[in-house]
Structures are given as structure tokens and as C-alpha cells.
T-cell receptor, first 115, second 115 residues
Framework: DQQVKQNSPSLSVQEGRISILNCDYTNSMFDYFLWYKKYPAEGPTFLISISSIKDKNEDGRFTVFLNKSAKHLSLHIVPSQPGDSAVYFCAASGPSSGSARQLTFGSGTQLTVLP | SQTIHQWPATLVQPVGSPLSLECTVEGTSNPNLYWYRQAAGRGLQLLFYSVGIGQISSEVPQNLSASRPQDRQFILSSKKLLLSDSGFYLC??????????????FGNGTRLTVT
């Protein structure tokens, strides 16, 4: 049961253009969403997050949009740079009855920015 | 600032041999600690998490185990490795919270190949 889905395994974009990475979720209890970037042989690096009380969060070239009614979030990178080429994971979490929130990850999208 | 160390970076082990991967966190107290695995071409799967010394929760039944002998130390072990244990193992930490969403911060991972 995939609660977080990234349906595009890969995306190619020209340098300077906008990259749009998409993610869908099914669990309506999720209230916190994140994007991670991962280079080969390295751990994922946290990029940007958004809580369910917002519909947009921006940090430099990165903007995350949340559409709760559609259970959909997206990451926009503009302008895209060759160094942005990596695998991007979306993740989500909800309140926990214990002391730890667990992140549920999507399967990732390989972004390639062409020079 | 907080840092997370994970070692070794790569490991090749024969089937049936034991495993011990270690992870330590610096610059924070009482973190939540996590072990994730990324199989080839797939997303991140949560294996274990810990909210305190000696407190381990398992998410996936398998022949792996985890221990937390100290507040900022998390160990992943196996008595006998299987071929299917091959993968990229990631340790992560987060602040201790169940209510507020917070990002996980990952180590650089261990590439385990079971031959």
C-alpha cells in the first residue's frame, strides 16, 4: 500500500527552465510534507517542507505547493541548474500516538538538468 | 551544529556472516533515531526507529535487529546475512516530537553488498 506516490521515475529539463516534480498521497492524516534531494552514494538532504495549514512555501529557487483537496504536492525549481540533477523524494508524516513521527517516502524522481 | 556519522561507507559480506553498522549523532540530545534501507531502484523503507535508550520499534519483519546502547548511538545488526539484505542503509535523526512535523537528517549511508 503506497501512501506516497511519485508516478514519474524520471524528468529531463533544460537548464534555466522550470522543473516541476509531482507527488500524490492517500493518507488524509498526513499533515507535514517534505522534499529531499539525493545524490548517488550519499544520504538524502532535506530541501523544503510544508505543513498542511499552508498551501505554498518558498525558499530561494525552490517552492513547494500543497493541494489538500487533491492530496497532491509539487516541487518547483526555477531556474533549474545542472547541479540540481539528482533523485528527489517526497515524504509525508502525520501525528503519532508515540514519541516519533515516521516519514513515509515516495519512490523518487530522477531529475536531469541538461546544460 | 548537529552532525550524524555513519560507518562503514561500503561493506561486502558473504551470505551467512554477521553485520554491524554503527551510527552516532553529535550536537543534540534525546534525538529520535531511525534506520532506513533503499533497495536498488526503490524508495526509502523504514526499518527501525528509537525514541530513547533501549527503546526500539521495528517496522518490517526481517533478520535484522537494532539497538540503542547510548542516547546518540544507534546500531543495526544481523546474525546471518541473506542475499536480499543487500542495499543502501541510512541512519537518520530528528528532534523528539510526535506532534510537530520536523525533518529527518540523514547520514551518508552504507552500501552493503551480500555475496
Amino acid at each position: 500500500d503506497q501512501q506516497v506516490k511519485q508516478n514519474s521515475p524520471s524528468l529531463s529539463v533544460q537548464e534555466g527552465r522550470i522543473s516541476i516534480l509531482n507527488c500524490d498521497y492517500t493518507n488524509s492524516m498526513f499533515d507535514y510534507f517534505l522534499w529531499y534531494k539525493k545524490y548517488p552514494a550519499e544520504g538524502p538532504t532535506f530541501l523544503i517542507s510544508i505543513s498542511s495549514i499552508k498551501d505554498k512555501n518558498e525558499d530561494g529557487r525552490f517552492t513547494v505547493f500543497l493541494n489538500k483537496s487533491a492530496k497532491h504536492l509539487s516541487l518547483h525549481i526555477v531556474p533549474s541548474q545542472p547541479g540540481d540533477s539528482a533523485v528527489y523524494f517526497c515524504a509525508a508524516s502525520g501525528p503519532s500516538s508515540g514519541s516519533a513521527r515516521q516519514l513515509t517516502f515516495g519512490s523518487g524522481t530522477q531529475l536531469t538538468v541538461l546544460p | 551544529s548537529q552532525t550524524i556519522h555513519q560507518w562503514p561507507a561500503t561493506l561486502v559480506q558473504p551470505v551467512g556472516s554477521p553485520l554491524s553498522l554503527e551510527c552516532t549523532v553529535e550536537g543534540t540530545s534525546n534525538p529520535n533515531l531511525y534506520w532506513y534501507r533503499q533497495a536498488a531502484g526503490r524508495g526509502l523503507q523504514l526499518l527501525f526507529y528509537s525514541v530513547g535508550i533501549g527503546q526500539i520499534s521495528s517496522e518490517v519483519p526481517q533478520n535484522l535487529s537494532a539497538s540503542r546502547p547510548q542516547d546518540r548511538q544507534f546500531i543495526l545488526s544481523s546474525k546471518k546475512l541473506l542475499l536480499s539484505d543487500s542495499g543502501f542503509y541510512l541512519c537518520a535523526w530528528s528532534i523528539r516530537t510526535a506532534v510537530i512535523g520536523s525533518p529527518l537528517h540523514f547520514g551518508n549511508g552504507t552500501r552493503l553488498t551480500v555475496t
